[in-house]
């Protein structure tokens, strides 16, 4: 199946207009190489506060990159970054106060408890939750007493996500925070990630999988070469609301598809010509995976 | 919202490092591979030193008396520049720095948390040394000022392996491979600094290379505060050199400082 996408205005730099102060993260003509490498190549977004955006990509599109210049961790070589109204390379103590970031890398090993390592934490930040609360919200109040390395890796991320709110950070970064887990693990990590969205917490959240950014994102922006090639609601991404559906059943022993843009009218027809029930008949929109991959594909 | 709240102020850089200060320690005393080889190493050398090689080199002084210094030597370069080399290493390597350096937590706190590591590690092996030696092989403990000389030689001496230290974890890849380099060279820098022979044994071309690092003036500060004054004349330049002792471990401050300024990551490359 090829189809063509519309042009997105996001990835153009010229008509995006000028940073916008008070959304929670504001980028124009982000531009970031490492050698000869383009990984981010003039991108621009806006992501309002209380949004959970996700940002999908294949491996080496420039997802991390883009995040971690969001972080302060890396320098632009080109564009402009609001992060909270700040340039983050410039961020002090009172601006990462803000912030929680949850590293695809996690929090690396230590010989404290989970609760040592959450009381540390808390005690950076100018207003912190508390770590037994933190521990509540993320499912680890029974392991408060164990070290770090004794963890499942469910477990490690989780406290990985603990360590990034216990500072009650008004804009979370999660970098893949689920990868490695079990459905069910994941299934528990969503119904976290929605429990902070009602505290109002700001989420940019990278994921491969396609399934965590439809049900969790407001937003999603899909990033391939360092350029974002569209940000739209899950629902409608790259026109998939109104793409064709795919009718398929099975006809004189035979099966047989059709792609229209009017499927009502096609299933109509096609009930016509049958006496009782259309053998097999299903309909079918493109899932946001379809979608996805042939944006990707088509740019890469 | 949860944006911070109105009045909320940051915590004060004292009291992060105060919290740091507190994980160093937790860290350290909690990993069972560093204590034994950091902490009790030099206390079975000690051991099995004095046990051995408990001879008489001359003026009514044990072996062990001389060696004392150089045990001692060795255990600041443990506590300082191996503790740190590998320890930091192998934070860079599993992230934690990354993850440090993306909270309000001051700089300085980190490094002030890491000198506070180093200084009680140190000033308990130098305990459990002094304890051993005095107890079980009749070592004689300075008296009056070398106390002082003692004081002096283990500030400077621990600051520039601790700086040394922090400057070649930058070097390593990880905890591992900074282990597999820094060991062997402690080891051999022991050997010809005057740790485990006398210094006087050692070839004078190996003395002239032990004497371009901090360990060889340290142990040579340190004899001064444990022999008499007669053996001065065994050390290659016929006294304790204490100036030029002092003059050395500072510039070796010094190079370890702008080593770190210029070359400390908070994540790999």
Redesign the interface.
């Known amino acids: 199946m090829t189809r063509t996408f519309p042009a997105s205005a996001v990835s153009d730099g010229a008509g995006a207009g000028p940073l916008d102060p008070d959304a929670a993260i504001s980028i124009r003509g982000l531009g970031k190489r490492y050698g000869e490498f383009v990984a981010v190549d003039g991108l621009d977004l806006d992501i309002p506060r209380g949004e959970i955006f996700a940002l999908l990509g294949p491996n080496g599109a420039g997802k991390t990159t883009t995040v971690e210049i969001c972080e302060g961790y890396r320098e632009r070589d080109a564009g402009e970054v609001r992060v909270l109204g700040e340039d983050p390379a410039g961020g002090d103590r009172r601006w990462k106060s803000q912030l929680g970031i949850v590293l695809q890398s996690g929090a690396g090993d230590s010989q404290l408890t989970v609760r040592e390592m959450l009381q540390a934490r808390a005690s950076y930040y100018a207003d912190p939750r508390d770590p037994d609360e933190v521990l509540e919200l993320v499912g680890l109040t029974e392991k408060a007493r164990a070290r770090g390395r004794s963890l499942s890796g469910g477990q490690r991320r989780r406290l990985d996500v603990a360590l990034g709110i216990v500072g009650r950070p008004t804009l979370l970064f999660l970098d893949e925070p689920t990868t490695g887990f079990d459905p069910e693990a994941r299934r528990q990590f969503w119904s976290l990630i929605r429990s902070l969205r009602d505290l109002g917490t700001t989420m940019l959240l990278t994921t491969h999988y396609l399934d965590e950014a439809e049900a969790l994102a407001d937003r999603v922006g899909v990033i391939t070469r360092g350029r974002l090639v569209e940000v739209a609601v899950p629902a409608s991404l790259g026109g998939r609301e109104t793409a064709p559906a795919v009718v398929s059943w099975t006809e004189d022993g035979a099966r047989r598809t059709e792609a229209t843009p009017t499927p009502t009218a096609f299933v109509r027809d096609l009930a016509a010509r049958f006496p009782g029930e259309v053998p097999d008949l299903a309909v079918a929109r493109p899932t946001l995976e379809d979608v996805y991959l042939s944006m990707i594909g088509e740019s890469a | ?5 109105e009045g ?4 004060s850089v004292v ?2 490092c105060r ?2 200060a ?2 160093e320690l ?2 350290f005393f ?2 069972r591979e560093a204590v034994v080889f950091t902490l009790m190493f030099p206390v079975i050398l000690l051991l099995v030193f004095g046990a051995v090689l408990n001879y008489d080199i001359g003026h009514g002084v044990t072996f062990t008396q001389y060696f004392m210094a150089g045990i001692i030597a060795a255990g600041i370069l443990g506590a300082g520049l191996q503790n740190m080399a590998i320890g930091i290493a ?2 860079r390597s ?6 440090l ?6 700089k300085a706190a980190f490094f002030v948390g890491k000198v506070v590591q180093v200084l009680v590690v140190t000033v308990l092996i130098e305990a459990i040394l002094l304890f051993v030696g005095a107890v079980f092989y009749g070592v004689t403990l300075p008296s009056g000022s070398r106390w002082l000389t003692f004081a002096w030689v283990t500030v400077l001496g621990s600051a520039a392996c601790t700086l040394l230290g922090i400057a070649i974890s930058s070097l390593a890849k990880n905890g591992r491979s900074a282990s597999a380099t820094v060991t062997p060279i402690a080891l051999v820098l022991e050997f010809i600094s005057g740790v485990f022979f006398r210094f006087s044994q050692v070839p004078t071309w190996m003395q002239t290379i032990a004497a371009l690092f901090p360990l060889k003036w340290m142990a040579q500060g340190l004899r001064s505060a444990f022999l008499p004054d007669a053996l001065a004349a065994q050390e290659p330049a016929g006294s304790w050199e204490l100036g030029r002792v002092a003059l050395v471990l500072a510039l070796w401050c010094v190079i370890g400082l702008l080593l770190c300024i210029r070359t400390f990551r908070w ?1 790999d490359r």
């Open positions: 919202m949860t944006a911070v709240r909320a102020v940051l915590p009291a992060v919290t740091r507190g994980v937790k860290e909690r990993q192998t934070e599993d992230g934690t720095l990354k993850g350096a993306g909270t309000p937590m001051p994540q």
